[in-house]
Nanobody
């Protein structure tokens, strides 16, 4: 059974940092594109960042320069380091995976999803 399990969420003050981790199991994701999405209360889910199997990355404009996505294929894991956090970054963050190497930003194109981890940034 394929599973993606996120961890690392929590409460942090504005300007602080958090590191989210996503552990994948059930099969190897080494050749897949991995992504992070987020959904704030009352808003639609939105793309945050993605990384291809080769390490190419893509970031949404609101997080560019503050968030860094990385992966460890040997551990079947992906991380998201979030710096200079803002209250508007408050959301449930989801890890996702899709077959192939394209850095896709649409959640509809991702096949596997985690259950999400809450990130709350206080002002």
């Amino acid at each position: 059974q394929v599973q993606l399990v996120e961890s690392g969420g929590g409460l942090v003050q504005a300007g602080g940092s958090l590191r989210l981790s996503c552990a994948a199991s059930g099969r190897s994701f080494s050749w897949d594109t991995m992504g992070w999405f987020r959904q704030a209360p009352g808003k639609e889910r939105e793309f945050a960042a993605a990384i291809s199997w080769s390490g190419s990355t893509s970031y949404a404009d609101p997080v560019k320069g503050r968030f860094t996505i990385s992966r460890d294929n040997a551990k079947n894991a992906v991380s998201l380091v979030m710096n200079s956090l803002k209250p508007e970054d408050t959301a449930v963050y989801y890890c996702a995976a899709r077959r192939g190497s394209l850095l896709v930003r649409s959640g509809a194109d991702y096949e596997y999803w985690g259950q999400g981890t809450q990130v709350t940034v206080s002002s």
